[in-house]
């Protein structure tokens, strides 16, 4: 059971990136699952969400940038994220939560230049 995470990189600001992350083991479309990120120095902090049945939420800071959607056929969850910022810099990680187990993708580095 892992979540495989790719599509970092490094953006101009304004410009725009999309994540992906695989599942293998277990049925995105069945569960929760959540965008984090953690910027040098800070703590990680939470990003965007989709729940089973598609309903999503967004951080203030991102809200109206970033886009979560899945596709149910290839157990893939997106994060589209438009208009970056430098302060978008950051390590991005998908997590799920397993029936009190929680599991993360590795991390995939994004760094927005000025």
């Known amino acids: 059971v892992q979540l495989q995470a790719s599509g970092g990189g490094l953006v101009q600001a304004g410009g725009s990136l999309r994540f992906s992350c695989v599942a293998s083991?277990?049925?995105?479309?069945?569960?929760?699952i959540r965008w984090h990120c953690q910027a040098p120095g800070k703590q990680r902090e939470w990003v965007a969400a989709m729940t089973s049945g598609g309903n999503t939420n967004y951080a203030d800071s991102v809200k109206g940038r970033f886009l979560i959607s899945r596709d149910n056929a290839k157990n893939t969850v997106y994060l589209k994220m438009n208009s970056l910022k430098p302060e978008d810099t950051a390590v991005y990680y998908c997590?799920?939560?397993?029936?009190?187990?929680?599991?993360w993708g590795q991390g995939t580095q994004v760094t927005v230049s000025s």
């Open positions: 997590y799920t939560n397993l029936r009190g187990k929680e599991l």
């Open positions: 083991g277990i049925i995105l479309s069945a569960n929760s």
